[in-house]
Each structure stands twice: as structure tokens, then as C-alpha cells.
């Protein structure tokens, strides 16, 4: 299927009915920008999580974990320029008090607030149609909270908006601990919040957020090499690791304008998605201006002695950073297929077998029958002990079991009928051709 054919709806729809995502405190309208995992949904992060992990910690080296607190001393921020300068345009309409993000409704990426004034001064409120659009303003976004029992100025702690500034508060205690010597790498999978305008476009744009980074600290010298290696990392493990088509992705280079506050250089991995080409993957050159400001306003010493080139020097970081549920979502929609079969509309997800929330969905043919229930418990028993991740389906009869198993990307079902019950043979449905083949259940289990 056409990835520009599928639409957002399809996605959403196909994520509520078969136990993806839901929405975040659904019983009660739900919350904008908050979504919960369902079981589905929980099995197919973790395993982009897991592949993410290895490829970048387990499989490295120099290259080790953490994991920070979301709650950090607000100076952190402050050092790290997000409390004056995380920030969005903002615009109001005067008229139903409809907010928006203004270079999203401007259609730019450009931030410049001379700019997006320009940009925005004939142009009518999407919500009520009146042209009554206040002038563009910066709105900070990191979530606001409170150490102790007393909510006044000096007990304000914020939810962190990336996980990157643990790392670099812990590059002194990971380089001494694990005897680290540049080049190394930090790497850290959690939580960050951003207090987003308008949050949109299901789990793309949201207040609540799963991050995938990797601080690559290196000599300033080798700042090119090493920008080329994560650009390139990040491209291969999206198309191979997450089997997402070379069609469906592009490389998008950040003008000065689009630059974060402390970016030298900046690639973005863009995917199609069916609202457009949009951002998946960031890799960006920090230069030293983490370690720098962390070691000015803590007063402790960031730099390193290079032992190679004696040395002193402030070290450079190369930032690999991406979004899980981006990427879960890239996943889906670049799996999301729909063809026809005996006249009917089949949809199923063809996902890559390692990301598959389950390998393998066991069946008897007839639930009512408690031989062919028997011995399709002893096969999903020894499935599953090798495999982990086997599902046990016996509701409904095997046409609606296939259709479900196709849509939640399951790529084998297996089933116990009555010849099994003479030879020990069973079938195999693959999802991707719909095509059955007898096995040997030893050969299935080996």
C-alpha cells in the first residue's frame, strides 16, 4: 500500500482496536497530548527500545548507560539555557481565545518572530474563521512543579524536557567510574516533558514523551567524523533495525534558523507520515557548550586531559536523539497494509519479525474439542518457552483469529486440527502471502 494512501485515522483506529494506544484517562474525556500504552502497544516499544539498546550500549564498547532523575536542581536548566531559551511562537485569537503554535500555522519552520508576524497578517483563525490573530510571542515550554511543602519562587523545580542534562551532569562520574577515555558515549532512554501548544497529530506532537539518546563526547579535532558516523548510524538502524523503506524517509539539514540553541550542525531523519514529511531522528554537533556552561555556573572542572595528544580540552558532544513513540509510529505506518482477499478488505501490519508483539499465535481448530485443545496447549507451551513472545488464540473461528493475528502484525499462526492428532504435523500461516504449509511440530519447536 502507498504510504501517502494511509491515513492518520487508519493508524488511530487500528492502534484503539486492537490494544496499541489509548488515550490517557479516556473515562474522563482524556487529556490533550497524553496517551497510555496498551498491551500491544507496551510489547512493540519495548521492543524498539530493546534493539535501540543494544545496537547503541550492549554492542559498544565505550559507550555506556544511565538513568537520571526527572526532576533535576533547576540550575541545570538554567545552565542549559532551556529556562530562557526553550521556547515556542505563540498566537492567540482575540475573537474564540483559540491558541496556536505560529510557524505551524504560518507553514514554516522558520521561529523569527519579525518573520511569522509577517507571515500571519491577513491570516484567519482556523478555529473561527475571524482574522483577529494576536501578534507572535515566545512561550516557554518546560513543565513547572514544586520541591516541598511551600509552593513559592525558590521551591520551583521543573520536569525535564530532554533527558540529555544528566548526562551531562554525570560525565565526570561515568568517565571516572567506568575509566572512560574520550571518544565515549552516554546513552539513556526516558521520560521528558514539553508543555506544547497544540499538541497534534496522535503520539507525534505530545506533552509527555519517551527519548532515545546518546551523547558522544570526542576531541573538537574529530567533530566531523564523528557527526558523519551517528548520521549514518541513524539512518542504517532506522532502515534495517526498524525496517522502515528508503522511500518513506530523507534527510532534512536545519538552516541557522531551525538550529537548537546549542547546535553547530543539525540533520533530522524526516518520514513520511501521513500528515507529511516531518522530523524522526535528530542528530546534532552540541560543540562544547553543555559542558562548558555546566562547568561555569556548577564551578567544577568538565574538561579532560587527552593521554594521546597531551592535551587539555573541553570535549566536544555529537547528540543521537530520538523519540519512541515517533518511531512507534513510524513503525506502524510504514507497516500499515490493506489487499483483498475472497472479496474482502484485509488489513494487516507487516512488520519486521523482530518487532512483532508476538512471533507466533497458537490455535486449536475447534475450541470444543478438548483433544485439539490439549495438544495446541503443548505446543504454545513449548513455543513460548523458547520464544517468549507466543499469543494463545482460541476465540472465534480461525477466519476472524487470522484477521485479528494480521492486524496486530503476528507473523505466524500456527494450528492444531485432527490430522496433528495422527502425525504430529501442524499447520503455518504466514501473514505476509496469507499461504499454509504442514510442519513437524519438532521442526517448528527446533
Not at 72 to 91: C, I, M, R, Y
Not at 140 to 156: L, Q
Not at 216 to 224: G, L, R
Amino acid at each position: 500500500m502507498n504510504k501517502n494512501e494511509v491515513q492518520l485515522e487508519d493508524i488511530v483506529s487500528l492502534a484503539k482496536r486492537r490494544g496499541f494506544v489509548f488515550q490517557a484517562s479516556e473515562i474522563y474525556g482524556g487529556l490533550a497530548g497524553f496517551y497510555d500504552y496498551g498491551p500491544l502497544g507496551t510489547e512493540l516499544a519495548n521492543k524498539i527500545k530493546q534493539e535501540w539498546w543494544k545496537a547503541v550500549v550492549t554492542n559498544n564498547d565505550n559507550i555506556f548507560g544511565v538513568d537520571g532523575a526527572i526532576i533535576q536542581n533547576p540550575k541545570l536548566w538554567e545552565a542549559s539555557g532551556h529556562v530562557a531559551g526553550f521556547t515556542d511562537p505563540l498566537v492567540d485569537c482575540k475573537n474564540c481565545n483559540a491558541r496556536f503554535r505560529a510557524d505551524h500555522l504560518a507553514d514554516t519552520d522558520s521561529t523569527d518572530l519579525q518573520e511569522l508576524t509577517l507571515l500571519l497578517k491577513d491570516k484567519k483563525c482556523p478555529n473561527c474563521g475571524k482574522a483577529t490573530l494576536t501578534e507572535p510571542r515566545t512561550y516557554n515550554m518546560m513543565m513547572k512543579t514544586y520541591i516541598g511543602p511551600v509552593e513559592d519562587s525558590s521551591a520551583v523545580a521543573y520536569l525535564r524536557p530532554e533527558t540529555a542534562g544528566s548526562i551531562f551532569t554525570n560525565f565526570q562520574n561515568v568517565r571516572e567510574t567506568m575509566r572512560a577515555k574520550i571518544p565515549f558515549g552516554i546513552a539513556q532512554i526516558g521520560k521528558a516533558f514539553r508543555n506544547e501548544i497544540s499538541p497534534r497529530d496522535f503520539i507525534f506532537r505530545v506533552r509527555e514523551l519517551e527519548q532515545m539518546e546518546m551523547q558522544f563526547f570526542i576531541n573538537p579535532h574529530d567533530q566531523k567524523d564523528s557527526y558523519e558516523q551517528w548520521r549514518k548510524f541513524a539512518w542504517d538502524f532506522t532502515t534495517n533495525k526498524m525496517g522502515i523503506s528508503d522511500n518513506n524517509v530523507a534527510w532534512h539539514e536545519h538552516g541557522e534558523d531551525e538550529r537548537a540553541h546549542y547546535a553547530a550542525a543539525a540533520h533530522d531523519i524526516y518520514f513520511n507520515f501521513p500528515f507529511g514529511f516531518k522530523e524522526l531522528w535528530g542528530t546534532h554537533n552540541r560543540t562544547d557548550y553543555d559542558l562548558s556552561n555546566h562547568a561555569r555556573v556548577s564551578g567544577k572542572d568538565l574538561s579532560y586531559f587527552d593521554d594521546v595528544t597531551k592535551e587539555r580540552y573541553t570535549p566536544y558532544v555529537i547528540e543521537s536523539s530520538v523519540g519512541v513513540g515517533r518511531m512507534f509510529l513510524a513503525v506502524l505506518v510504514n507497516a500499515y497494509q490493506e489487499d483483498e482477499q475472497n472479496g474482502e478488505k484485509r488489513i494487516f501490519l507487516k512488520l519486521a519479525e523482530h518487532l512483532a508483539p508476538y512471533r507466533f499465535a497458537v490455535s486449536p481448530l475447534l475450541k470444543n474439542k478438548p483433544e485439539l485443545v490439549a495438544k495446541a496447549r503443548e505446543v504454545y507451551v513449548a513455543l513460548k518457552k523458547k520464544h517468549g513472545n507466543v499469543m494463545w488464540d482460541d476465540n472465534g473461528n480461525i477466519g476472524k483469529r487470522y484477521r485479528r493475528q494480521d492486524e496486530i502484525g503476528t507473523p505466524h499462526c500456527i494450528v492444531i486440527d485432527f490430522e496433528t492428532l495422527e502425525n504430529d504435523t501442524v499447520t503455518i500461516r504466514d501473514r505476509d502471502t496469507t499461504q499454509q504449509n504442514r510442519v513437524s511440530i519438532k521442526e517448528l519447536i527446533e
